[in-house]
């Protein structure tokens, strides 16, 4: 599928529809699968039996060296490099604002087509860097604990936009071979995660494609293990990720009742916890992941107990696993607090004993409003501000 066949369909879900007009002009071709770039460069009139070629020589520019500019692909001739300047662009998100927390932990606002912006975090650690991207503008589950979540969805993300959060970030850290960087040093970025702005299951499409470029060995080359979706539970699209894309699968989990997690993430009332797991124990089996990751935000006196513990252990028995343990983020009008840390440790001593690895993430990046479940895009903030949150109301 082209860019200008996925920015000109209907996008709709839960009654929201997002009519989106088809790009005019030169066609972008950060985004495309390899399949998709060769139809669209012999439409232009690259000859067929060129077009693997071509595919191949374009994806290693712009994937491996990070050219943003046809003329400096000297491997092509110079009439062609014209042809392509005519016909495509190579354009990716643009940095609005950029702020670095004290841990070094990296915020950048983006804007996107149509004058919209989006989240994305890139977390430093030893040997390794982490880039958090979002799938979509907004969302439309509304965890009642996330920042996100009470923004409204606004459209889902191109698979360009998508993608085109790794290369800004690798722009940013000076990550290509052209800037210097030997490839025998650790990567600056090398994981990604889908755990910032939106619900990745419901931009499946996009999603997919923008994780098989960033997996192709000839360009970005990240492993299937070095990429994590995070999911709230899109049951039917599970299956679809373990074959379709095969990356490593994070549960947004957080409650061990139906009752609290109804509230806490409203999708339980169309999938619960019991079609949830029974859909989750064969992801390892066809995706090849060596186990699934729950998220569990940590919430004061609602789903932090030694009793909440002990039923996580049961809930997920035979299911290869880990479970995150996330202090919650505060954020501006929240209606919760975080859980005592002595309690936290308690919680994560009962998952331990229970033979399950249970680590307590470190907050990172909470100085920028850039830690899980804060981010939320500039123009969203703005808006509105001046309004006043709702409690939510967990026991009623």
Known sequence: ????????????????????????????????????????????GTPEKQANMRVGQIWQWIYEKGERDFSNMTNLAKPYRMALQENFVISVPQIISKNISQDGTRKYLLRIDGEHEVETVYIPEENRGTLCISSQVGCTLTCSFCHTGTQRLVRNLTSSEIVGQILVARDDLGEWPTQGIPKTEPRLLSNVVLMGMGEPL??????????KI?????????????????????????????????????????????????????????????????TLKN???????????????????????????????????????????????????SPFERSDW?????????????????????????????????????????????????????NG
């Open 1 to 44: 599928m082209t860019e200008e066949t996925q920015t000109s369909k209907i996008l709709t879900h839960n009654f929201v529809t997002v009519p989106r007009k088809a790009p005019e002009g030169p066609l972008n071709i950060v985004g495309l699968t390899r399949s998709s770039l060769r139809k669209a460069l012999i439409e232009s």
């Open 214 to 278: 960033a997996m192709d060995p000839e360009g970005i080359a990240l492993s299937r293990r070095r990429i994590t979706l995070s999911t709230s539970g899109v049951v039917p699209e599970i299956a679809k990720t373990a074959e379709e894309i095969g990356c490593q699968l994070a549960i947004s989990f957080h409650a061990t009742t139906d009752e609290i997690r109804d509230k806490l993430v409203p999708i339980n009332k169309k999938w619960n916890i019991s079609n949830l797991l029974e």
């Open 342 to 394: 002595k309690q936290i440790e308690s919680f994560a001593e009962i998952i331990y004993r229970a033979g399950y690895a249970s680590p307590i993430r470190t907050p990172r990046g909470e100085d920028i409003m850039a830690a899980c479940g804060q981010l939320k895009s500039a123009t969203e903030k703005e808006r509105k501000s001046k309004r006043t949150s709702v409690p939510v109301d967990l």
């Open 202 to 211: 419901y931009n499946f499409d996009n999603v997919r494609d923008a994780m």
């Open 283 to 333: 992801y390892p089996k066809v995706s090849n992941s060596e186990r699934i990751t729950f998220e569990y935000v940590m919430l004061k006196n609602i789903n932090d107990s030694d009793e909440d513990a002990r039923r996580l252990v049961k809930l997920i028995k035979g299911i290869p696993a880990k479970i995150n343990l996330i202090p919650f983020n505060e954020w501006p009008g």
